[in-house]
């Protein structure tokens, strides 16, 4: 049986193996705003904004392994930094070139809460 401690050593070796561009949410999120700005039509016509939250699932759970909403002292999502980067990304101010007034990055933060905090949020209150 692992406990809590064994469970958070091995959660960082998941990632281990991965270029840390591909684990690093703000680096992914670097890369997408780079293209958005030199491509910012096409970028905006293969809906990247609606993949991102699948995209960044797996990294955000990682980081929410020892979250626990429920406890006094539990991290506030705010300051974690999967949240931040995210934050940061679908505030970017969309390139002027752009002949769009709608930018799907500014719903990536919902998203990314809706996919991935929700559920888990809802397990544990299940499990409670």
């Not at 990247?48 to 539990?74: H, M, T, Y």
């Not at 930094?81 to 505030?91: K, M, T």
Request: with cysteine; proline share 7%.
């Amino acid at each position: 049986i692992l406990s809590i401690d064994n469970v958070l050593e091995e959660s960082k070796k998941i990632f281990e193996d991965v270029h840390t561009d591909c684990c690093d949410i703000r680096k992914i999120l670097l890369k997408f705003q780079e293209r958005k700005e030199k491509f910012p039509d096409s970028y905006c016509d293969a809906y990247i904004g609606f993949c991102l939250p699948k995209l960044l699932n797996p990294l955000v759970r990682v980081q929410l392994i020892n979250w626990s909403p429920l406890e006094q002292n539990s991290t506030d999502l705010k300051e974690m930094p999967w949240f931040r980067a995210v934050e940061g990304f679908s505030d970017a101010k969309k390139p002027s070139e752009s002949k769009r007034d709608d930018d799907p990055d500014e719903e990536v933060l919902p998203r990314v809460i809706e996919k991935t905090i929700l559920p888990k949020i809802t397990r544990i209150l299940r499990l409670s």
